[in-house]
């Protein structure tokens, strides 16, 4: 029997482990298990507490279907909570080691507890080669991608994990329903993608529909906010200080002329309980 925590960052669920509590391996299959809606506890996602010499904190971050994701910002967010809620930490700025880079996060009391958190998620970049995406142009910003009926003008761009951006007059949720899944495993990313479709509302406002790698479609997504934001900030439709708009909430998200990007949001808990192998 072992401890794990459930919270929620804008519907974006995760359930939070501590590696050192836990008696089972997270397999593939463990994970699907775990993170099926009918068959388990049922989430968008496991962050596990792992030991890290870079920073105060490690962590892992794993898809529904078993894979590994590189970073998450709810899920940062979500673990944030997480550490100075069960007293992990007094502090309230932290380092996290994820795969996708070192971050900075700073949590916000309520009630005594991280009510919101604010994350440095680090530098965006739009360099093919560090996306990843299979190319020979340096860089791939409002360039064509054809899938199923559709060809989409996209840019591509990493936030320590990869994304696809496509801004459109008009956007709803049947875009990533129907054309996620078919950009996420284009040949043209080898490690797939996370896809954004974008409505810039002004300069300071953008609303977007999420297809995330992994996960499928999704209410809200921190690290799509920011690549959202660094792309539109590139191509002059966005400001440096922006609110980004989703199905499950709003997180406000800040980027700097070297695009560093700072995302700032709540999060709450739903349950605890004890997980049975």
């Known amino acids: 029997m072992n401890d794990f925590i459930k919270s929620h960052g804008l519907g974006n669920d995760y359930i939070v482990l501590d590696s050192k509590r ?3 391996k ?5 994970i699907t298990k775990i993170c099926h809606r009918n068959y388990g506890v049922g989430s968008d996602g496991i962050l596990l507490l792992v030991e890290s010499k ?7 971050i794993f898809n529904p279907d078993g894979s590994e ?3 998450s910002g709810n899920g940062l967010r979500i673990f944030s909570k997480f550490l100075y809620d069960y007293k992990y930490t007094k502090n ?3 380092t ?3 795969k996708g880079g070192l971050v900075e996060s700073e949590v916000i009391l309520k009630d005594n507890k991280a009510g919101v958190v604010k994350v440095a998620m680090g530098k965006a970049t739009f360099d093919s080669s ?3 995406a299979k190319t020979k142009k340096k860089y791939l910003i409002e360039e064509q991608i054809k899938v199923k009926d559709q060809t989409f003008i996209f840019t591509s761009v990493s936030v320590g994990n990869p994304h696809c951006v496509i801004f459109l007059n008009k956007i709803s949720n049947n875009y990533p329903i129907k054309y996620g899944e078919a950009i996420e495993k ?15 509302l002004s300069k300071n406002k953008v609303r977007i529909e999420i297809w995330e790698r992994g996960a499928g479609y999704t209410l809200a997504s921190g690290s799509s906010s920011c690549a959202v934001v660094s792309a539109g900030f590139k191509l002059g439709l966005l400001g440096n200080k922006v609110k980004v708009l989703m199905p499950g909430g709003s997180l406000s998200i800040e980027i700097d002329k070297d695009y560093n990007i700072t995302m700032k949001g709540p999060v709450e808990q739903i349950c605890s309980g004890k997980l049975i192998f």
């Not at 284009?186 to 810039?200: E, M, S, Y």
């Open 130 to 132: 560090k996306i990843p």
């Open 96 to 98: 996290i080691e994820t």
């Open 69 to 71: 994701a590189e970073k």
């Open 92 to 94: 309230k700025k932290f």
């Open 186 to 200: 284009h040949g043209l990313f080898p490690k797939k993608t996370n896809v954004q479709f974008a409505k810039v």
């Open 54 to 60: 870079k920073a105060n904190f490690g962590l892992r």
């Open 22 to 24: 836990i008696n089972f």
């Open 26 to 30: 997270l397999t593939k299959k463990n």
